[in-house]
């Protein structure tokens, strides 16, 4: 009886299957970016308004000013009100319409903005492995590639962010017995802007963009590390029999991994978000 010399196969390293990967024509990540900008931008616009919004002293109920700021730490649910309370002002001021107000700068800012982003990384990535020697898998690709994208979606957007939150924190005001408002869209709050202001007004603020990379790298770095993680954890319960679980499987662990570095990024870096909001007010 032979006994067999031939040795255990072993599943391939999720690296190697990486580096064999056909590489992405650079077009598919600024079509992809851009697609996926623009749904998102539509989808959460009413979140955007409100979120905006509550971040303004502009919007701040008076009852919440007159306390001190120890005794806001005594109602638990305030953010809850402040909620609510925002859109019932919205809803009895403006409509429903409202909460949709900023969506032309907001799609012109976030499609642009995503197309940058996820094209510069995903180049910035395939470079790194190509000119200098890393392998796909590492942080260090992931993290350079985030900071490119960063530092190019900062540059080319800032002046639409801007434009952004004036539209929205744009209250109707009553002028001779009718509501006005100070802009009329988002051609007229650059004209105002520059013309008031300069052209410069345009990049206030653009420091603090560019100190918001870091929100783009924990986001994206967290990303693939998640989804390796989440991938492999998953891999376990799918065959070679069943690929439509193995799309499933592969689906929930990239949406999970998503959404869980976004979650993290964005608490981490929030306060941050908050005061780039007070130079384009």
Not at 143 to 168: D, F, H, M, Y
């Amino acid at each position: 009886m032979e006994l067999s010399t031939q040795e255990p196969t072993h599943p391939p390293h999720p690296a190697v299957n990486e580096a064999k990967r056909p590489q992405v024509q650079p077009w598919v990540h600024l079509l992809a970016g851009a697609t996926g900008g623009m749904v998102t931008a539509i989808i959460t616009s009413p979140l955007d308004v409100l979120r905006t919004r509550l971040q303004s002293d502009l919007y701040a109920s008076p009852a919440h000013d007159s306390k001190s700021g120890l005794s806001s730490f005594k109602t638990p649910f305030r953010h809850v009100y402040d909620t609510f309370h925002t859109i019932g002002t919205i809803r009895g001021r403006e409509g429903w319409h409202g909460l949709f107000r900023g969506l032309g700068p907001s799609l012109a800012g976030v499609v642009p903005a995503t197309a940058v982003k996820f094209y510069v990384y995903g180049n910035c990535k395939q470079l790194s492995v190509q000119y200098l020697g890393f392998r796909p898998d590492e942080p260090i690709v992931h993290a350079l590639g985030a900071v490119a994208a960063g530092l190019a979606t900062a540059t080319v957007t800032n002046p639409i962010w801007l434009v952004k939150t004036r539209l929205q924190l744009d209250m109707a005001q009553s002028h001779h017995g009718a509501l006005m408002r100070q802009y009329s869209g988002s051609l007229d709050c650059i004209r105002q802007v520059v013309r008031s202001e300069g052209i410069r007004r345009l990049y206030r603020g653009l420091t603090a963009s560019y100190l918001g990379t870091a929100e783009t790298v924990l986001h994206l770095v967290l990303y693939e590390r998640l989804k390796a993680v989440f991938h492999t954890s998953l891999a376990k319960f799918t065959t070679t029999d069943t690929p439509a679980l193995g799309q499933v499987t592969n689906w929930t662990s990239t949406s999970g991994a998503a959404g869980c570095a976004k979650i993290a990024a964005v608490l981490i870096t929030y306060p941050h978000e908050v005061l780039q909001l007070l130079p384009a007010t």
